[in-house]
């Protein structure tokens, strides 16, 4: 059913990346979504940062009409829909690529008391593409990649992850897919849940447009474990 809010603030969070929180908070499991409606502009799926919270990268026409919307404006959702993290491990880590860092955020805000340990691998292009809001408040460890070595470590946060792997017992990812498959790669699929990503256009799993083999992300996932997506991705 659609739901209607109002937007309380909006902000800058790193080079055409925004966060967008809502006057109206929804419960959630990290690593669900919600399907954004712009009236004439149509609809698009948004990993949930927090019960309040997206962040958005703008890429397209939907985007772009909701980067030029201020505190105030009035936007329509349905959800959250999918499968979310499932909180396992007590040394963890979690793998994020470029706008992939909002439902692992979730994740270690939702968390801070059960995870022993947290460490966040996140890579991106550039220094001015890094989107770590206050994610530093919610791990014990920040351990930042980007292409150009601008920041951090010059690499992919996969490179990290393959010398650190054995420090794990669990491993999240959210990301570009060439990331995700090499994290499932390093991982031989086990210990390691990923949320990915395909074209989303009802969000309940009728339309059938986001398939991923056999599986429906909208409906199976987002989030799906590493045994499932062997032979997949």
Not at 69 to 92: I, T
């Amino acid at each position: 059913m659609l739901e209607t809010t109002v937007l309380r603030e909006v902000w800058k969070v790193a080079r055409d990346v925004k966060a967008f929180r809502f006057k109206r908070k929804v419960g959630f499991n990290a690593g669900q979504f919600i399907m954004l409606w712009l009236p004439g502009v149509g609809e698009k799926p948004f990993s949930l940062a927090d019960g309040d919270t997206i962040v958005v990268k703008r890429i397209g026409p939907f985007t772009s009409r909701l980067f030029n919307l201020e505190p105030g404006s009035r936007v329509w959702f349905r959800g959250p829909y999918g499968r979310g993290f499932k909180p396992r491990g007590r040394k963890v880590a979690l793998i994020a690529g470029g706008i992939g860092i909002p439902p692992l955020y979730a994740l270690a805000k939702q968390n801070r008391d059960r995870f022993e340990e947290v460490t966040l691998i996140y890579g991106a292009r550039s220094v001015d593409e890094l989107a770590l809001m206050d994610v530093a408040d919610y791990v014990d460890e920040v351990v930042v990649t980007t292409d150009d070595g601008s920041a951090g470590r010059r690499g992919f946060p996969t490179d990290v992850l393959a010398e650190r792997r054995d420090e794990f017992d669990q491993v999240y990812a959210c990301g570009p897919e060439p990331m995700l498959k090499a994290v499932l790669r390093v991982m031989d699929y086990q210990n390691v849940q990923v949320s990915a990503e395909r074209y989303m256009k009802c969000g309940i799993g009728v339309c059938g447009s986001c398939n991923l083999g056999k599986w429906l992300v909208c409906r199976d996932g987002p989030v799906f474990e590493g045994p499932a997506l062997k032979g997949v991705l």
